[in-house]
């Protein structure tokens, strides 16, 4: 059974950066692709980035140009850079892990931005 740990999350002002990671457990991290997704209050899930196993990037709209993800497989993990973070960026963070149809979840990491 794949656990996927988030880290990174907190407080920080608007304007300011912060790096998300996500741990993997298991052997089929480099074979996965993996996405960062989030959630506000009262709003549904939403992705945030997404990475294929080939390496190729997705974002959505509101964060294309401030944030990167960005994965090391052998460390089983995978990043999140957030830069110039706006106070509508705030919510819970979730990593998710997807092998073949088997999706994976991580528990969320809270970042808010406010001043």
């Known amino acids: 059974q794949v656990q996927l740990q988030e880290s990174g999350g907190g407080l920080v002002q608007p304007g300011g950066s912060l790096r998300l990671s996500c741990v993997a457990s298991g052997s089929i991290f480099s074979l996965s692709a993996m996405g960062w997704y989030r959630q506000a209050p009262g709003k549904q899930r939403e992705l945030v980035a997404g990475?294929?196993?080939?390496?190729?990037?997705n974002y959505a709209e509101p964060v294309k140009g401030r944030f990167t993800i960005s994965r090391h497989n052998a460390r089983n993990t995978v990043y999140l850079q957030m830069n110039s973070l706006k106070p509508e960026d705030t919510a819970v963070y979730y990593c998710?892990?997807?092998?073949?149809?088997?999706?994976?979840w991580g528990q969320g990491t809270q970042v808010t931005v406010s001043s």
């Open positions: 990475i294929s196993v080939g390496g190729r990037l």
């Open positions: 998710k892990q997807d092998f073949m149809d088997r999706s994976y």
